[in-house]
């Protein structure tokens, strides 16, 4: 038998793992709500996130994170929540987060990741060269998600495999898939 959470599963890790994809369908499969956490970002600032990073900086962003993502988990019961790829810098995120549910990390390969986002305009941290940036901010943050409940590659996983992955691990600790 699983043993969910009674009020979350929140998704975390890099950029391009798969966190929003994974989101829909685990959401869909529960029956529960789906949160993509950069959009209710924009939706509270009237702006995208690379309009904001932007005008206001990236400080301002992390601060506007912080905020919605406390608010979204203190507002919401039965609700899987894909964070941005940066929510996980803040201690006071990964307290929410851990307070909240059960906290899955989705990673991926460096080429898989790659292959996810060099192309897409709304990554306002990898202007410039992807190839260059990708493994620079991966080794920055190779700890940042060690905090998590779970831990699941999801480099040459289909969407179905991992939402059965996370459903089966959402109630064992320090699991790795």
């Not at 959401?27 to 904001?52: H, T, V």
């Not at 202007?127 to 920055?140: F, W």
């Not at 998600?145 to 600790?173: C, P, Q």
Request: glycine letters at 8%; one cysteine or more; hydrophobic letters at 40%.
């Amino acid at each position: 038998m699983i043993v969910l959470p009674e009020k979350a599963i929140i998704l975390v890790g890099f950029m391009g793992t798969g966190k929003s994809t994974v989101a829909e369908r685990l959401a869909a499969e529960l029956g529960w709500r789906k949160l993509d956490l950069d959009q209710a970002i924009e939706d509270d600032q009237g702006c995208s996130i690379p309009e904001l990073f932007s005008s206001r900086g990236e400080a301002y962003f992390r601060q506007v994170e912080t905020d919605v993502l406390k608010r979204t988990l203190e507002e919401s019961r039965e609700v899987v929540v894909a964070t941005g790829g940066g929510a996980v810098l803040a201690e006071a995120n990964r307290e929410a987060m851990l307070a909240s549910g059960t906290v899955v990390a989705l990673t991926a390969s460096v080429e898989t990741i790659l292959d996810r986002v060099q192309n897409d305009p709304n990554r306002p941290l990898l202007k410039g060269n992807a190839a260059e940036s990708v493994p620079q901010l991966l080794e920055a943050r190779k700890h940042a998600y060690d905090f998590a409940h779970l831990r699941i590659d999801t480099t040459n996983r289909s969407v179905d495999e991992i939402v059965r992955l996370i459903l089966d691990g959402a109630g064992n600790s320090g699991t790795t898939a």
